[in-house]
């Protein structure tokens, strides 16, 4: 008899034959059979299921045993990280705090759930998640940079710094802390700390874009204005890491233009509204640039559209704080969705009627404006 798995008379195919073709599951499952109430097993089981690309039955896995009466905190946090990596919030907020609840000393569950928290921008709860996850283990070196992002607001960025710090003290990989110190202190207008910071997180992390980035605006902003070759050569680095981020490519248009370098400077403008249609300042440089260096038509065409697409871009700051101040009322999840429409982001418009429906399923036109967005993107393709 032919192998189905060489192709040539041999043995029968043992565990490990297939093992290489269904993945390391096909094992677990064998021993969970032999063991059902082996809830450590259960949940080896349901990782690698998740891992082959099957959550659907790592969920089932996990909750068969929830029914069976294996309400074990590992089990609510098995299913907590399922649901977090693929990115369903609710479920892991949900299981999280069910793990929290079995053991409320758990400082790692706290971690979890104010990670959750800060995804769905409820920074209040993540806030006490953290502090609570630093009050049980003060040496957890991911709570004070969980408190650092959190406190980068201009009202405590003193506080921020004092949590970067620790975290650097605690931690042996401090290239994180370092990028986030960088950019604390960019916003405080501590350019020689903000470089200095800098240089220390792109050393710990060369191959991060946003090391790279946060380090040339730290050159780019200097008062003293006498860094550009150094924030060229940063920006330029950051590029090569991550070559679609149009923000970079904005960065260095502005410096070329300051630099009197115009045909470079609108190259890198045209670059970034490649890449950021929908940015409105970025478009509005390329317009002045362009009516500056003799193309009075097409800059002019450009400011126009430039100036609509700001008032947009405007209207959604605004609808975003909003957001996250009230996430629970469906006008300004209604008005962001039209404003995406607008831009012509008509997936955004779809993803955030679509939430609409879910949240308040009888706000007026949410539904209807849902499927009018569900057609404009299939026309798209």
């Known amino acids: 008899m032919r192998s189905l798995f060489n192709g040539g008379a041999s043995a029968p195919p043992n565990l490990s034959d297939l093992q290489k073709i269904l993945g390391p599951s096909i094992s677990l499952k064998g021993k969970l059979k032999a063991n059902p109430n082996d809830y ?30 294996q309400k074990k905190p590992e089990i609510y946090h098995a299913l907590g990280m399922l649901y977090l ?25 706290h971690l979890n759930l104010a990670q959750v928290y800060v995804y769905v921008n409820q920074n209040k709860p993540a806030m006490q998640e953290f502090e609570t996850a630093q009050k049980i283990d003060p040496n957890n070196a991911d709570a004070y ?24 003290k605690r931690t042996s990989s401090p290239g994180s802390g370092y990028a986030l110190l960088c950019r604390v202190y ?6 020689d700390k903000a470089i200095e910071a800098g240089k220390q997180a792109t050393t710990a992390l060369p191959n991060d874009a946003a090391c790279w980035y946060n380090l040339g605006q730290s050159y780019a902003y200097h008062p003293a204005s006498t860094y550009d070759k150094e924030a060229i050569a940063a920006f330029e680095r950051a590029i090569q890491v991550e070559s679609n981020w149009g923000g970079i490519h904005f960065e260095l248009a502005r410096i070329y233009e300051r630099q009197k370098r115009y045909d470079d400077a609108i190259l890198r403008y045209s670059d970034c509204v490649r890449l950021l249609p929908n940015n409105g300042k970025a478009l509005y440089q390329l317009g002045r640039l362009l ?6 038509d097409e800059g002019q065409k450009t400011i126009t ?3 609509n697409l700001i008032r947009l871009n405007q209207l959604e700051t605004q609808l975003t704080a909003k957001i996250a101040a009230n996430p629970t009322e469906p006008r300004y999840v209604y008005e962001i969705g039209l404003v995406y429409k607008d831009q012509g982001e008509y997936q955004k418009a779809v993803n955030t009627f679509g939430f609409l429906v879910q949240m ?6 949410a539904r209807e404006t849902w499927e009018e967005m569900k057609r404009a993107v299939a026309l798209q393709h």
Do not use: C, H, W
Request: charged residues 25%.
């Open 40 to 69: 450590i097993l259960r949940i080896q089981y349901a990782v690698a299921l998740d891992n082959e690309g099957n959550a659907s039955d790592a969920e089932d896995v996990l909750r068969e045993a929830l029914q069976k009466g």
């Open 85 to 109: 990596k693929n990115k369903l919030y609710s479920g892991a907020i949900e299981e999280f705090q069910n793990e929290i609840r079995l053991a409320p000393k758990n400082a790692q569950a």
């Open 145 to 168: 940079l969980g408190l650092a992002l959190l406190n980068n607001t201009s009202e405590r960025y003193q506080y921020s710094v004092r949590y970067l710090m620790e975290y650097i």
């Open 186 to 191: 960019i916003n405080m207008r501590l350019n």
């Open 291 to 296: 009516v500056q260096r003799g193309r009075a």
């Open 305 to 307: 559209k430039a100036q």
């Open 360 to 365: 308040a399923p009888n706000y007026p036109k």
